[in-house]
């Protein structure tokens, strides 16, 4: 079964630099999900789209971007980047924003994710 | 917002013993539990989720368990086996904020040979 893709999987970034992340969510999946993750954390939620409109927003710094395109990929602009952002960023899509009654449009695929390291 | 906690945060286990991992959630009215299972330099890999209208999912040597009334739920592996070493991630979606996951610190499991 196709799974969620994310590209490039390694990117090595120098302070103040600009970055894109790029997700393409499984075939007919409408929302996606960017995720970050640091070292021994558990993943943390920065952004989603539904539709292609934004629909949640969490502690994602203002020097991120994100948007949906109109087949559904999503890219992560990062811009002015710091030595702290360096960090597995992972992509997951769904059928769906938001959980029914228990048809499973809500289940989030994980991509494998970008490691991106800032020197 | 939802808090998901999760324990124990490392676990040791001989093969063929059995793994719990439990995690309680804060949110009353999360009904979807995920479980992920992420392995180094990997993303997470959904194993098993339950929906609150069961108590109890079973897939193979997997299952989880679920009581709504104390908001908290459980992972079981049974005889285990080496390839189990990973982390393992409970998780609740937030419904009135896009269903975005809220997940627990992570347990890493060790199966020794």
């Known amino acids: 079964a196709a799974g969620v893709i994310q590209s490039p999987r390694h990117l090595i970034k120098e302070k103040r630099e600009t970055a894109t992340l790029k997700c393409y969510p499984i075939p007919r999946h409408d929302t996606v999900y960017w995720y970050q993750q640091g070292p021994g954390q558990d993943p943390q939620f920065l952004i989603s789209?539904?539709?292609?409109?934004?629909?949640d927003k969490g502690s994602i710094p203002d020097r991120f971007s994100a948007q949906q395109f109109s087949d559904y990929h999503s890219e992560l602009n990062m811009s002015s980047l710091e030595l702290g952002d360096s960090a597995l960023y992972f992509c997951?899509?769904?059928?769906?924003?938001?959980?029914?009654?228990?048809?499973?449009?809500?289940?989030?695929?994980f991509g494998p994710g970008t490691r991106l390291t800032v020197l | 917002g939802e808090n998901v906690e999760q324990h124990p945060s490392t676990l040791s286990v001989q093969e063929g013993d059995s793994a719990v991992i439990k995690c309680t959630y804060s949110d009353s009215a999360s009904n979807y539990f995920p479980w992920y299972k992420q392995e180094l330099g990997k993303g997470p890999q959904l194993i098993i989720d339950i929906r609150s209208n069961v108590g109890e999912k079973k897939d193979q040597r997997i299952a989880v368990t679920l009581n709504k009334t104390a908001k908290h739920f459980s992972l079981h592996i049974t005889e285990t086996q080496p390839e189990d070493s990973a982390v393992y991630f409970c998780a609740a979606p937030n419904k009135a904020a896009g269903n975005k996951l809220t997940f627990g610190g992570g347990t890493r499991v060790l199966v020794k040979p």
């Open positions: 997951a899509s769904s059928l769906g924003p938001v959980g029914t009654s228990g048809r499973g449009e809500d289940t989030q695929y």
């Open positions: 789209f539904y539709e292609k409109m934004q629909s």
